[in-house]
């Protein structure tokens, strides 16, 4: 659940509910965590009666939400409270600043390493780049040879692209063998090579389309909605896309594999 998504905090109150509503006691133990009777936070999700920040705080910890969430949870809980326009003004800028920072996938990759400036030219010029760093942390494909194979890319391209990446620090070579210093770094998307990377792995996207492998999936679908629904399917991607890297980066290196997403306005 992303609730930066969310409008109201009690929103954020309910979907926990119905999300552990098969934990026995689930809403006595958020009652306690509150400090509060099981029968207060009844009130609360009836909107009868509004949660403090104190009691915001508490409920952050015990579902515990990173330092933006709780801040996000917070404010949205002062929001509802506030009794000037001006100081709901001032919540809302806040509201706002967390949901915009919260957006940016590189903020939710904080652990990943930025390639330097100079690198970035070379790496995000062309896919073979990526592909080839990541193909070697698969047993078999630390040769030149089983890279250019597997890649379907000349040798001598394939040893010069091997070269690059040890000079930007993120291989280095083992006798005849090549290993993978570097695993997770990340691209800012206000990088001037962000366009130049997306378009690089949409043109092979545009090659798999026509080998129609049973396995492979690709999607296009035209929607129309509200501007309200446009940006609840922008936050679904963005969980989508975190669970999956979530789980690709303690996963076994058997084979490489690519997801391309788009989600635009005409």
Request: hydrophobic content about 40%; proline content about 2%.
């Amino acid at each position: 659940m992303s609730i930066f998504q969310k409008s109201h905090y009690t929103d954020i109150l309910k979907e926990n509910l119905r999300k552990n509503a098969h934990i026995r006691g689930y809403q006595s133990r958020l009652a306690e965590a509150a400090g509060v009777h099981n029968s207060y936070i009844s009130r609360v999700v009836n909107e009868q009666v509004h949660l403090t920040p104190d009691q915001a705080a508490l409920l952050s910890s015990f579902w515990k939400f990173t330092l933006d969430e709780t801040d996000y949870f917070i404010a949205l809980v002062n929001l509802a409270r506030a009794g000037s326009k001006e100081l709901k003004a001032v919540l809302k800028r806040q509201i706002d600043d967390l949901k915009k920072k919260n957006s940016d996938m590189t903020h939710r990759y904080a652990n990943a390493q930025m390639l330097e400036a100079s690198g970035q030219g070379l790496y995000y010029s062309a896919w073979y780049y990526s592909a080839i760093h990541f193909l070697l942390m698969i047993p078999g494909y630390q040769t030149v040879e089983a890279v250019a194979k597997r890649l379907s890319l000349p040798v001598a391209l394939t040893a010069a692209s091997l070269q690059t990446l040890e000079i930007l620090g993120l291989v280095h070579q083992e006798g005849k063998k090549w290993k993978v210093v570097v695993s997770n770094i990340h691209l800012t998307n206000n990088s001037p090579w962000a366009p130049i990377y997306h378009s690089c792995f949409r043109q092979k996207v545009a090659v798999k389309i026509h080998e129609r492998s049973e396995l492979d999936m690709h999607y296009t679908g035209l929607h129309t909605m509200t501007e309200k629904d446009f940006l609840t399917v922008r936050a679904l991607l963005q969980d989508t896309m975190e669970r999956v890297r979530t789980l690709a980066l303690p996963a076994a290196e058997e084979e490489l594999y690519c997801v391309s997403l788009d989600w635009f306005k005409m």
